[in-house]
């Protein structure tokens, strides 16, 4: 009988609907049907309140029964944000008791779990704590501000915890570590948080940002201690061809510790900025033009021989520079000695040379908090790096680099 009563009262809006939406003109169509579809969302929500109202006495409203467990004490109203917009003056039905309580929603809450996710969604696909706003009053008609936005990406957490301590499967074949400066709010003062990333490429020639962590510094002991909860997830470098990093002492340090077997690429790149500031201004091109001979030599002998050619050439004015390269040469030429197809060798090599592809991913870090200067807390910031993870990985799910299955 409840449920003909509470179908029959839905038929009987259809029928309007359809005489109503019959003589509506175009231009005001949609705006009629959104306000038409707030309209049934509100009946819908005073119609199952009552439903569970009369299920919660086992008795309609002002049935007499002799075993009447408490009494009814009117209605109270509830404004509540859904997908389809805000509802204004839900009526919901209380009991005298004050022990009834609705399943539709929680004690105090304002807005639908879809709004939440909505706005959830927003912030983890890049739209900034501001901008959510924006974004969704045309879709919602709702005014959110900034500080509900941080509130209610708090759920973020529980993703950021479920992200740091899933296993990891051992399919790398490339690992990217390297670490990236921001400020930390304590107290009166800021100080300069280290994150440490790491990017890898798998066997299949996909691309992931694995993992992060918030140290002090670069240290020994603080990348040792990221590089073993790696390992101890899963990642023991069995199919690593592969760890290129720039040249931090600590993180070369763990890596010796950690992966002793797996070869270590130091970041040409940052390599050729440290030598620039060694020379004068006059021979930085033709030295740099030098140095690109080698590491864009075809082979790792090639490459020694060109080197011998530039120490020849410039070791008596920039012995420095010299002592330099000789010091990591093994490491910067430790790239050329991995067999790849030779119509992939220049796509490869170009990606593994440099620690460039997870700069390129702390650039959308930066973006995403250059606007707000400084960070509360450590949560705060690794929603916004978990943010922007989840995001790059996602994209990058449809995008694999097939070139990187093309080895020997």
């Not at 707030?38 to 005073?46: A, G, P, R, W, Y």
């Not at 389809?84 to 022990?99: A, D, K, Y």
């Not at 940052?270 to 690109?292: G, W």
Request: aromatic fraction near 12%.
């Amino acid at each position: 009988m409840k449920t003909a009563n509470f179908t029959g009262n839905f038929r009987h809006r259809w029928q309007f609907a359809k005489h109503f939406f019959a003589e509506t003109n175009t231009a005001n169509f949609w705006l009629d049907i959104n306000k038409f579809a707030k309209s049934m969302t509100k009946e819908f929500f005073e119609i199952s309140l009552e439903e569970e109202m009369i299920q919660y006495q086992q008795r309609k409203s002002y049935q007499r029964t002799p075993n009447r467990l408490d009494y009814r004490n009117g209605h109270y109203l509830r404004n509540m944000d859904t997908a389809f917009g805000p509802i204004e003056n839900i009526q919901v039905p209380r009991c005298r008791s004050g022990l009834f309580k609705p399943s539709m929603f929680n004690k105090y809450q304002r807005r639908q779990d879809s709004v939440n996710q909505s706005i959830i969604n927003c912030f983890l696909l890049g739209v900034s704590t501001r901008n959510v706003k924006d974004v969704l009053k045309p879709l919602l008609g709702i005014n959110i501000s900034a500080s509900t936005v941080s509130n209610v990406t708090k759920a973020v957490d529980k993703l950021v915890k479920e992200f740091h301590n899933r296993p990891l499967l051992d399919e790398y074949q490339f690992i990217f570590i390297d670490g990236i400066n921001i400020s930390v709010r304590y107290g009166s003062k800021s100080i300069k948080k280290t994150v440490l990333a790491a990017y890898g490429i798998t066997l299949f020639g996909q691309r992931e940002l694995i993992d992060f962590r918030i140290v002090k510094s670069e240290s020994k002991d603080a990348c040792e201690s990221f590089l073993n909860y790696l390992f101890n997830r899963g990642l023991k470098g069995e199919n690593l061809k592969l760890i290129i990093t720039d040249g931090g002492k600590g993180l070369i340090s763990a890596l010796a510790i950690v992966y002793p077997e797996v070869k270590h690429q130091r970041c040409w790149f940052h390599k050729l900025q440290n030598i620039t500031k060694l020379l004068k201004k006059k021979d930085q091109n033709e030295v740099v033009k030098a140095l690109q001979k080698i590491y864009n030599a075809q082979s790792k002998a090639i490459a020694l021989k060109r080197f011998k050619d530039f120490k020849f050439l410039w070791n008596k004015k920039y012995p420095d520079v010299i002592k330099s390269l000789e010091k990591d040469l093994e490491e910067l030429l430790n790239f050329l000695t991995i067999p790849i197809k030779k119509e992939f060798r220049s796509f490869i090599r170009k990606r593994i040379r440099t620690t460039n592809v997870i700069e390129r991913s702390f650039r959308e870090v930066r973006r995403r908090t250059r606007p707000m200067s400084c960070f509360n807390n450590n949560d705060s910031l690794q929603r916004i790096i978990y943010a922007v993870f989840y995001r790059l990985n996602t994209n990058w799910k449809a995008k694999p680099l097939t070139q990187f299955t093309q080895f020997i």
